[in-house]
């Protein structure tokens, strides 16, 4: 069975750094397409980085390309979010997937909130 376990959401100021962490579960991870989505209060989930599983490509949002880093090691296990210069808009909380044989699998999420 597979699981993903977000952590490290945080309350943070405006300006502040996060790093979120998700550990995967009961199924290896290398090689398989990874990524982080958000979903704030109201609105619809939305991407935020995604990782290929083969050559590590990246892609970002353009709301937060060159705020966000994301990486994986999949030795342990595990993706990660590196998160600097956050704004209000990006509290939501935060979900982290993967995608294996056509199917995407979902932690629980954690809440990241940024103000003031």
């Known amino acids: 069975q597979v699981q993903l376990v977000e952590s490290g959401g945080a309350w943070v100021q405006p300006g502040g750094s996060l790093r979120l962490s998700c550990a995967a579960s009961?199924?290896?991870?290398?090689?398989?397409?990874m990524g982080w989505y958000r979903q704030a209060t109201g609105k619809q989930r939305e991407l935020v980085a995604t990782?290929?599983?083969?050559?590590?490509?990246?892609v970002y949002a353009n709301n937060v390309r060159g705020r966000v880093t994301i990486s994986r090691d999949n030795a342990k296990k595990t993706l990660s979010l590196q998160m600097n210069s956050l704004k209000p808009e990006d509290t939501a909380v935060y979900y982290c997937?993967?995608?294996?044989?056509?199917?995407?699998?979902w932690g629980q999420g954690t809440q990241v909130t940024v103000s003031s």
């Open positions: 997937n993967v995608v294996r044989n056509f199917t995407a699998y």
């Open positions: 009961g199924t290896i991870i290398d090689g398989y397409n």
């Open positions: 990782i290929t599983g083969r050559t590590n490509t990246t």
